[in-house]
């Protein structure tokens, strides 16, 4: 298997710009989260899915940020409008048990 | 809200030292807890899972013990490739990761 794929690996955008992430999870797994990722705070957990729904989206940090799952095989996590303080490394991880995530995406708001 | 904090923050033993390291959570509803390894520039990738408490679990040269709120990890014979970032992770579902100690063995 190929693993977690996400992509783009590196964003770089200007303040105000739309940031659209992307995660393809492990086949047969049931469960998909993205984690936010800064030397101050750690990994943070934004929000989860169970076969494709919503179960908690307590972690995403305001309006700005929204997430989809729209079939078990993709996942989007989408800011808009970016704001400096969003640069981190976005990781997408997927689990029927331990989690396996991706290699990141590195987000750069000027 | 769950809350896992990590001690130390960092470590750095010589090479064919022991590394010893533990966490300790608070999450509302518990199910397992795990410990993964990060390299720079990488994703976590999963060691070990533990279930309850005073279940140990050994995996090459890890050491791992579930304590009732807590867990510690050790890493006998610690060589330089594994220099990394160790955390755990607990929580029913909603998994939280903690800070993580910084392992930086010396040569």
């Known amino acids: 298997d190929a693993g977690v794929i996400q992509s783009p690996r590196h964003e770089v955008t200007e303040m105000g710009q739309e940031v659209t992430l992307r995660c393809k999870p492990i086949?047969?797994?049931?469960?998909l989260f993205w984690y936010r990722q800064t030397m101050m705070r750690g990994l943070e957990l934004l929000i989860y899915?169970?076969?494709?729904?919503?179960?908690?989206d307590s972690g995403m940090p305001e309006d700005r940020f929204s997430a989809k799952m729209p079939n078990a095989s993709f996942s989007t996590l989408k800011i808009q409008p970016s704001e400096p303080r969003d640069s981190a490394v976005y990781f997408c991880?997927?689990?029927?048990?331990?989690?396996?995530f991706g290699e990141g995406s590195r987000l750069t708001v000027l | 809200e769950n809350q896992v904090e990590h001690s130390p923050h960092f470590l750095g033993p010589q090479q064919g030292d022991v590394a010893s390291m533990s966490c300790t959570y608070s999450?509302?509803?518990?199910?397992?807890l795990q410990w993964y390894r990060q390299n720079t520039g990488m994703g976590p990738k999963h060691l070990l899972s533990?279930?309850?408490a005073g279940y140990e679990k050994q995996k090459g040269r890890l050491n791992a013990t579930l304590l009732k709120n807590g867990s510690s990890l050790y890493i006998t014979a610690v060589q330089p490739e594994d220099s990394a970032t160790y955390f755990c992770?607990?929580?029913?579902?909603?998994?939280?990761f903690g800070t993580g100690t910084k392992l930086q063995v010396i040569p």
């Open positions: 086949s047969g797994h049931d469960y």
């Open positions: 533990m279930y309850s």
């Open positions: 899915f169970n076969n494709n729904v919503p179960i908690d």
């Open positions: 991880a997927s689990s029927r048990g331990e989690l396996f």
């Open positions: 992770a607990g929580g029913y579902q909603k998994v939280t």
């Open positions: 999450v509302s509803r518990f199910n397992n």
